[in-house]
């Protein structure tokens, strides 16, 4: 079954500075790939996602790149914001979606 | 429309006791999924319900749990015989064909 490891596990960056999340998957069938933001004591919700047909997508401070042939991608928060600060999840599908383990970012002020 | 919504919010209950977690799914999703969250951990995968496919229980950590989704649509997560080490919050998620994943907002299960 797919595997989805994640790193950093902790991620502490300047107010301001760029933030950057690697993951990599094992399964290469996996075509989804999603990221959640989860804020202390809340939900996991979506922030991004990227499809396996598509290497790149941004929204504002926001991105995702897909490298398929690696078997990697990556999340990149620019300009962060103290309300940046959470736990980020990677997540690949095939048919379930697998999780990794979490990032928690912190900005620094 | 209305969003995953799970009961009870808190639950505690005495070790050796078993206890049933509700999830109600976003109406017409076909896709389930109970995970559990230990304090700080990630996102441990339980069990997936897809459609009238058989569960996918590969994520469930012993025999003492199990879980059943009726008609498609609301599921029960049943823990039985609890441990402390069973305490953590309990997470359903729910997607349609879209694949986006819609989090309920859990159940904190505490086993004294």
């Known amino acids: 079954g797919e595997n989805v490891e994640q790193h950093p596990s902790t991620l502490s960056v300047q107010e301001g500075d760029s933030a950057v999340i690697k993951c990599t998957y094992s399964?290469?069938?996996?075509?989804?790939f999603p990221w959640y933001k989860q804020e202390l004591g809340k939900r996991p919700q979506l922030i991004i996602d990227?499809?396996?047909?598509?290497g790149e997508k941004k929204d504002q401070r926001i991105a995702v790149t897909l490298n398929k042939t690696a078997k990697h991608f990556s999340l990149h928060i620019t300009e962060t914001q103290p309300e940046d600060s959470a736990v980020y999840f990677c997540?690949?599908?095939?048919?379930?979606?697998?999780f990794g383990k979490g990032t928690r970012l912190h900005i620094l002020p | 429309g209305a969003g995953v919504s799970q009961s009870p919010s808190n639950k505690v209950t005495e070790k050796g006791k078993d206890v049933e977690l509700r999830c109600d799914p976003i109406?017409?999703?076909?896709?389930l999924y109970w995970y559990r969250q230990s304090l700080g951990q990630g996102l441990e995968f339980l069990i997936y319900?897809?459609?009238?496919?058989?569960?996918?229980k590969s994520g469930l950590p012993s025999d003492r749990f199990s879980a059943e989704r009726t008609g498609g649509s609301v599921s029960t997560l049943t823990i039985q015989r609890t441990q402390q080490e069973d305490s953590a919050v309990y997470l359903c998620?729910?997607?349609?064909?879209?694949?986006?994943?819609?989090f309920g907002p859990g159940t904190r299960l505490t086993v004294l």
């Open positions: 998620a729910s997607s349609s064909t879209r694949n986006e994943q819609f």
């Open positions: 399964d290469s069938a996996s075509n989804y």
């Open positions: 990227i499809r396996s047909n598509v």
């Open positions: 997540a690949a599908r095939d048919d379930k979606i697998i």
């Open positions: 109406s017409g999703h076909t896709a």
């Open positions: 319900f897809q459609g009238n496919s058989a569960p996918d």
